[in-house]
């Protein structure tokens, strides 16, 4: 196969593997003009599988940069009502929504972290009505990467088409797509291995995972008995879609209890906030909350965003990922929360990832209008669970799983 040819299947991957597409349905779609190229392809393999139609609106970060350094902050961050209601009207008619993401990283550089944290609040304004009819509606949603040449010359030794091609050449590897497989088959057996991982560590009843390692975390982070790292427990609708809502993807995870989180975490990768790159930065728990942001760089970010309400300093996810996996075996730090979260264990501030047990237990998930991961996994991070009668049981060792 060309190219073009392996893109085409990387768009039948999105729509018929993430997505999941059924016939009549509509395909909302948010894609970075940067990857308005590939748009044409992917909506033509949606109408393939019967998609009844496929609406694309374009995020345009240049321009939004410029609105931000003209106009008012509070103008910027403002979602206007026809944007909303245009997204709803398509949702709550059955839409499923995938988001197409080309990064970048360069981008908001040269202005300030007011002007990039404005219109970045107005993109996730926006969102959080597609993540709404998520948890609500349990509509089929994905985030999935274009490349493009600007965020190829950023992460990779390389300039100009070569760039561009070799990060493509990359991102099939990732997605485990190649020019004989069949992309339905490998997910299936891909995603089969996943929850019979999900499956072990939830046979243990833990209560707890206590994250140790060199760079100074020592974190301990509480579970709740409904806090399951499989799919398997989780009740739906008779009418549900099962989709992936990550490609590429290789996390197990979880919801965890929101008051019960304690000690010191360090991040390993860089953590791209509003358009800006936080490095080397961490953060203090007590009784789940964060009390004190760790870093000499970037620390009025991260405070304001532990302050965007009342719940974004506890945490939402923690999630499992070995730390030799394909995309951190790769080398490359990709500047995007997508990719870089599937090199290495993370965990969420900000909203969970969906309640469970009864009614008057579900107090202990977080709910916030954020979510925002980081990655916390290195290369001789120990993860060391405790169960229901006391046992302690390792999970992780040299950052990989040890069960």
Not at 87 to 100: F, I, M, N, S, T
Not at 122 to 150: F, G, Y
Not at 233 to 257: G, H
Request: glycine fraction near 6%; charged fraction near 30%.
């Amino acid at each position: 196969m060309n190219l073009n040819e392996m893109k085409r299947k990387y768009a039948y991957t999105l729509a018929r593997v993430g997505l999941n597409v059924q016939k009549g349905q509509t395909v909302l779609v948010e894609a970075n003009i940067a990857g308005y190229e590939f748009i044409p392809v992917f909506a033509e393999e949606c109408y393939k599988l019967g998609a009844g139609n496929v609406v694309v609106h374009y995020l345009d970060l240049p321009t939004m940069k410029i609105h931000a350094q003209y106009r008012p902050d509070e103008e910027v961050r403002k979602v206007e009502n026809w944007e909303a209601e245009m997204h709803q009207k398509y949702l709550d008619e059955g839409a499923c929504y995938v988001r197409l993401e080309s990064e970048d990283p360069a981008l908001m550089e040269d202005i300030s972290e007011k002007h990039s944290n404005a219109i970045f609040a107005h993109v996730d304004a926006v969102r959080n009505i597609m993540r709404k009819a998520s948890r609500e509606k349990h509509c089929q949603w994905l985030i999935a990467m274009i490349p493009t040449r600007r965020w190829a010359e950023y992460i990779l030794d390389k300039t100009g088409p070569e760039a561009e091609e070799a990060l493509w050449d990359i991102l099939f590897k990732l997605c485990y797509i190649n020019e004989e497989n069949d992309v339905v088959a490998t997910w299936e057996e891909k995603g089969k291995l996943k929850a019979e991982r999900g499956r072990k560590v939830d046979e243990l009843h833990l209560t707890k995972l206590h994250y140790t390692a060199s760079n100074g975390t020592d974190l301990t982070v509480g579970l709740t008995p409904w806090s399951k790292f499989s799919f398997g427990d989780r009740k739906m609708p008779a009418d549900y879609v099962p989709f992936r809502a990550n490609i590429p993807s290789e996390e197990i995870c979880t919801s965890p209890d929101k008051f019960v989180t304690e000690g010191v975490v360090y991040a390993s990768r860089p953590l791209v906030l509003g358009g800006k790159k936080i490095e080397n930065f961490g953060f203090r728990f007590e009784k789940g909350k964060v009390v004190e942001v760790l870093a000499t760089e970037g620390k009025e970010m991260l405070e304001a965003l532990i302050a965007t309400d009342e719940n974004a300093c506890y945490l939402g996810e923690a999630a499992l990922v070995e730390y030799h996996s394909p995309i951190s075996m790769s080398g490359i730090v990709y500047f995007t929360t997508l990719i870089d979260e599937n090199a290495s264990c993370h965990l969420a501030l900000g909203r969970c990832l969906g309640k469970g047990g009864p009614e008057e237990e579900q107090y202990r998930f977080n709910d916030s209008t954020i979510h925002v991961d980081f990655m916390v996994g290195t290369p001789d991070m120990k993860i060391v669970g405790t169960t229901e009668s006391g046992e302690e049981v390792v999970i992780f060792e040299n950052g990989d799983f040890a069960i």
